[in-house]
């Protein structure tokens, strides 16, 4: 039961005409309507005071965010919209390299072969070459790289973690290297990872977007024609069609699966959709009698 | 030590490969892990559910405190106004065990550093945790843009990554 308390307050006869008003619109009684703009109006005021003691450094935005009653996510959208300017620490600014060799890099398992993960000078067209099989066995076709930089052949992507993931629920965790070092072994297993358009797309138009995808059919039909892939897999709902129009442009008829693209709540379908893929009609447990060139 | 707000902020970037790539083990205590992936959080912010298969996949590191951490945590707490639960457990954390942390805010900055904590920003680990520079400038120019960066800020930062100061 809700713990209320009479509270007997002197309003000016407008402001109770008003209340009045918006009682009858809504369909409520006066002290619903009075308790519904308080509620609204404490919540107001308590945004109002975190973010003028986060914008004078008298809180963290995690303690603003207690105060206003509001998650830190909420907060921190908050202290965005309200305009609440970072101040740039100067030591920071001096404490920062400028010579980009001399960051640490770290490769987090390197108990595969000799392949590091790619580098700023070697671009995804680059990498995507060199992860390229001798023999394609399962041809992945993705959208496009992430505008966001990200990229599976970069070792840091959603799709490459979640496609991991698969492999590793499919063929045991303790088969599947982890890191950079996945990329080789998922190429030494024939499989390859291409996009269908040639530049980011998610930041695009969903016009542009099509266009730039179906830009891509043709260039992708003669790498099917080239590969031979004994296996497609679409990543992605959306290019389902363009990848059947390329298939058929190649004159391929070998099998093609289609995927969600691994994100939010499509991430464990694609896992567990992948997985089952590669238990039941892939024997990828062991490298491909052909070597990787 | 990973506090809440920058660890929100670089899953907004989906920059948390970044401490991987500066060499760094990122720790992160449960009243950070709280705040920032708790189940029912996902639902509406699409950040938590990267930071809690961050957690699972050991691209983050999930730290229990010891004992004596979670004491000069509430002492930190108590102490020091305005530091939050979150922040306490990380500069406690950090000092027994002599890390550096990872903070946004600078209050909890100053007081890491009169703590004697090595400190680190999330333009810093940006900037140090991506190799390339095209991406690096992009993912500090995003950065710039959701803390409502100074203009002169921004720039010199791009200009430190360009290498021509």
Known sequence: ?????????????????????????????????????????????????????????????WRAARGAGISLYEMLDAVHQAGIPYELDPDDLAGIGTDPASRRVAETSPSYGNDTPGTASEDIAGLRERYRPAA???????????????????????????????????????????????????????????????????????????????????????????????RVVAIKRDIEDPVKRAMALAETDVPLVTLPFPVRQWRPIYERELAELLRAELDLSASPSHRPR | ?????????????????VFGLAGHVPLITPEVERETARPGLAYRFPDALMI????????????????????VASQLGAEAGGLDAGQSEVLAAAGARELPVLLHERRAIRLARSLGLETWSPVRLLIEGTPDRELSRTRVLEFARMVQ??????EALVRRIEGTT
Request: aromatic letters at 6%; hydrophobic letters at 45%.
């Open chain 1, 1 to 61: 039961m809700i713990d209320r308390q009479q509270v007997n307050l002197r309003l000016e006869r407008e402001l109770v005409d008003s209340l009045d008003d918006l009682a009858q619109d809504a369909h409520v009684d006066r002290t619903e309507v009075a308790r519904r703009i308080l509620t609204e109006g404490i919540a107001r005021a308590r945004m109002d005071r975190a973010l003028r003691d986060y914008a004078a450094g008298h809180s963290s935005a």
């Open chain 1, 136 to 230: 394609v066995r399962v041809l992945f076709v993705g959208e496009s790289s992430p505008a966001g930089g990200t990229h599976f052949h970069l070792a840091n992507s959603n799709l490459f973690r979640a496609t991991r993931a698969a492999f590793a629920a499919a063929l045991g965790a303790d088969t599947v290297p982890d890191g950079a070092s996945f990329l080789p072994w998922f190429r030494d297993r024939g499989c390859w990872l291409v996009d269908i358009a040639d530049a980011p797309v998610n930041q695009l138009t969903d016009t542009a977007r099509r266009a730039a995808v179906e830009r891509g059919v043709q260039p992708l039909a003669e790498l099917l024609r080239d590969v031979d892939p004994g």
């Open chain 2, 1 to 17: 030590m990973v506090d809440a707000s920058p660890l929100i902020y670089l899953a907004k970037l989906d920059a948390l490969d």
């Open chain 2, 149 to 154: 960066m100074r203009f002169e800020d921004a």
């Open chain 2, 52 to 71: 809690a298969e961050a957690l699972r996949d050991g691209v983050l590191v999930r730290t229990e405190l010891s004992e004596q951490e979670r004491t």
